[in-house]
């Protein structure tokens, strides 16, 4: 079993930065990959950015390419996501995931282990 902890989200004006963090423990080496999804109100959970969990390989949902970056340190077992020109429409709960298979999947559906979430709010 793997457990999730999210941290880091908070409220801060548009264009401002966050960063967010997700440490895992128990079995790990099950990992292959992690992502951030998000959640707004009355909207569906979408993914946000992937990583290769023990190789290289970064993934973006088009809204946040150039704006978030996601990076790992395998040696604390977290992933970040450094959230830059934040918008409003960035406000969300944010979910880190973990998943024991191969590739990287933007479907939520397919993940193992879930964060409890964390709240990025973006005012204007």
């Known amino acids: 079993q793997v457990q999730l902890v999210d941290t880091g989200g908070g409220l801060v004006q548009a264009g401002g930065s966050l960063r967010l963090a997700c440490t895992a423990s128990?079995?790990?080496?099950?990992?292959?990959?992690m992502s951030w999804f998000r959640q707004a109100p009355g909207k569906e959970r979408e993914f946000v950015a992937g990583?290769?969990?023990?190789?290289?390989?970064?993934y973006y949902a088009d809204s946040v390419k150039g704006r978030f970056t996601i990076f790992k340190n395998t040696a604390d077992k977290t992933m970040y996501l450094q959230m830059n020109s934040l918008k409003p429409e960035d406000t969300a709960v944010y979910y880190c995931?973990?998943?024991?298979?191969?590739?990287?999947?933007?479907?939520?559906?397919?993940?193992?282990?879930w964060g409890q979430g964390t709240q990025v709010t973006v005012s204007s």
């Open positions: 995931a973990a998943s024991r298979a191969y590739g990287m999947s933007r479907l939520g559906s397919t993940y193992d282990y």
């Open positions: 128990g079995r790990t080496s099950n990992i292959l990959g």
């Open positions: 990583i290769i969990w023990s190789g290289s390989g970064t």
